[in-house]
């Protein structure tokens, strides 16, 4: 069965600073890979997604992600943190061997970022 | 983030009322899903709807059931829900069930079972 796992629960990081909100899987084939972030008394925004090629992928809001096969993760990354990213992050992983018809996105519990002015 | 759009966004509920909750999707895509969120619990994934056709009943009760009539609308419909029920439930579009598709979100009802 796939799963998801975000070791984190919170993560405090200055302004300007690097972030990384950190995302491990498993699956039984090969993964797609996505992550969401859901501000206050909002719904789940996509930011970026792995399916295949380059293992830095590069999203919305100046996001990144990179995917490492031998570690089985998907940490997202950010040069510079803002204040306004401050939210909830959210990785998600589907299985290839089950992309037949019907393929369960399934989420972690979420990371909740906080960005200190 | 007005592609998915739902009504209400707050619905305060008896166990023995019966109330629907709406979801339309203005992106042209063909899936349409509901899912239910509740605090330190990741999402669970609740239907999925193809083309209009249910896909999948992720053992969910029968107190929620689900209409599709087209594929720009879903609904939700309640009746003698628990308080466990209690909870943020998001409809989400993507282009299709297939896995390389990104899910769009709306921003959700909160409801509240009393």
């Known amino acids: 069965a796939q799963s998801v796992a975000q070791p984190e629960d919170q993560v405090n990081v200055a302004e300007g600073n690097p972030l990384t909100v950190k995302c491990t899987y498993s699956v039984s084939g090969n993964p797609y890979l996505f992550w969401y972030v859901q501000y206050p008394n909002r719904g789940l925004q996509f930011l970026l997604k792995?399916?295949?090629?380059?293992?830095l992928v590069k999203g919305s809001y100046g996001f990144e992600a990179e995917f490492n096969k031998s570690q089985t993760s998907f940490h997202l990354k950010k040069p510079s943190a803002l204040v306004s990213d401050s939210a909830l992050y959210f990785c998600a992983v589907r299985d290839i061997l089950r992309n037949s018809g019907n393929t369960p996105l399934v989420f972690g519990k979420g990371t909740r970022l906080s960005v200190i002015a | 983030e007005t592609g998915v759009t739902q009504t209400p966004r707050h619905l305060v509920m008896g166990m023995t009322n019966k109330k629907s909750l709406k979801c339309e999707q203005h992106?042209?895509?063909?899936?349409m899903y509901w899912y239910k969120q509740s605090a330190k619990k990741p999402l669970e994934l609740m239907f999925v709807y193809n083309f209009k056709e249910q896909t999948e009943n992720n053992s969910v009760p029968s107190r929620f059931s689900p209409e599709c009539p087209n594929s720009s609308h879903l609904f939700l419909h309640l009746h003698t829900l628990q308080p466990e029920d209690s909870a943020l439930y998001l409809c989400a579009s993507s282009q299709a069930v297939g896995a390389t598709y990104e899910q769009y979100f709306g921003p959700g009802t909160r409801l509240t079972v009393t």
């Open positions: 992106l042209g895509h063909n899936a």
């Open positions: 792995y399916i295949t090629g380059d293992n």
